[in-house]
């Protein structure tokens, strides 16, 4: 199976098999209708994904007043997916999700902080196999203030920078596209942040990234650096930038 159908029956298995509980009983499913279209074989693991992606989002909802998420319509939500999961897939279970959202959450989550504060998250996870082995995939939802705040740091940072003589004139323009360029300008501020040593403190030693290697390469910018979670840094315009 691919690596993406793994994560989803590992994902899937925390929320829909029987556990045992301390006390040595068993625990339902925590989505015992999902789970049953599941074991019937008639839902797909991606199907199945989707759904339960959706069910995790809208259960964080719960504690926050001014919608209309509760135990009751959370259990007709599953009902109506765990249904139209065995007809529909790809784009159409997506809009049929969209629809049970705008029941949900009829007026969005544009002025509710408590609602976006519910549903924040931000993962940095290395990528460990494929050809972008050895990068970081960033994953997430940012609350509205989170998410201005970010634009305002990385817009400035991000615009074209093209190569100038000096007369002003401008001799090669910024081939980077929009995407590199907000890349490079996170980059840039990690840099700044880290130079600035305002970092907390992480063990009793100020936050520092720990890099192994020969001190021929490290002079010569070739090879790489490994840290000490183990992830490899190429010396040039990698480990070096942060020696």
Do not use: C
Not at 188 to 206: K, N, V, W, Y
């Amino acid at each position: 199976m691919s690596a993406g159908e793994a994560k989803a029956r590992v994902r899937a298995a925390e929320l829909l098999a029987p556990k045992m509980s301390p006390a040595g009983e068993m625990v339902p499913p925590r989505y015992p209708v999902v789970a049953a279209a599941q074991a019937s074989g008639e839902v797909s693991w991606d199907r199945i994904d989707l759904v339960t992606k959706a069910l995790v989002d809208w259960e964080k909802l719960l504690p926050v007043d001014g919608n209309n998420v509760t135990v009751e319509t959370l259990a007709e939500a599953e009902e109506l997916l765990a249904g139209q999961a065995r007809v529909f897939g790809g784009r159409q279970l997506g809009q049929v999700i969209d629809r049970i959202a705008g029941w949900l959450v009829p007026d969005g989550m544009l002025d509710d902080r408590a609602a976006q504060d519910a549903v924040r998250e931000l993962e940095v996870r290395p990528i460990r196999r494929g050809m972008h082995k050895g990068m970081y995939r960033v994953e997430g939802r940012l609350t509205g203030d989170a998410g201005a705040k970010a634009l305002a740091m990385l817009d400035p940072l991000a615009k074209p920078q093209p190569v100038v003589d000096e007369s002003g004139r401008v001799v090669e323009r910024d081939h980077r596209d929009r995407g590199q360029r907000m890349h490079d300008a996170l980059e840039e501020a990690l840099d700044r942040s880290l130079r600035a040593g305002e970092l907390p403190a992480h063990g009793g030693t100020p936050a520092t990234l720990i890099l192994i290697a020969g001190e021929d390469e490290f002079v010569a910018g070739t090879g790489a650096g490994v840290t000490e979670t183990g992830d490899v840094l190429p010396m040039e315009g990698g480990a070096r930038s942060v020696g």
